[in-house]
């Protein structure tokens, strides 16, 4: 079993920055790809970033070019920094692992943490 636990998230302005922070316990391992999805008010969860067991990483278009997924395999840990922030971000992030091999659908992915709230105030 995986444990994960989201933090980081808040009320920002639009073009303002958060970063996001996920820590896994448990069965942790390098081996495992981490992805961060969000989910809008009446909304289906959408992917947001992935990052694969050997650092490759892969962005939704509505975020390429402004938010950046990264890991720490020391510290069982996996940020994703936003910048220039815009309302339509707003939602609840969710971090999510399966074994080696990243994907964008959220069915393929076996742990996920709580969430944490990202608003974006115009």
């Known amino acids: 079993q995986v444990q994960l636990v989201e933090s980081g998230g808040g009320l920002v302005q639009a073009g303002g920055s958060l970063r996001l922070s996920c820590a896994a316990s448990?069965?942790?391992?390098?081996?495992?790809?981490m992805a961060w999805f969000r989910q809008a008010p009446g909304k289906e969860r959408d992917f947001a970033a992935a990052?694969?067991?050997?650092?490759?990483?892969t962005y939704a278009d509505s975020v390429r070019g402004r938010f950046t997924i990264s890991r720490d395999n020391a510290k069982n840990t996996v940020d994703l920094q936003m910048n220039s922030l815009k309302p339509e971000d707003t939602a609840v992030y969710y971090c999510?692992?399966?074994?080696?091999?990243?994907?964008?659908?959220?069915?393929?992915?076996?742990?996920w943490g709580q969430g944490t709230q990202v608003t974006v105030s115009s």
């Open positions: 999510a692992a399966r074994w080696r091999y990243s994907s964008r659908n959220s069915n393929d992915y076996d742990y």
């Open positions: 448990g069965r942790t391992s390098s081996n495992y790809a």
């Open positions: 990052i694969n067991s050997w650092g490759g990483s």
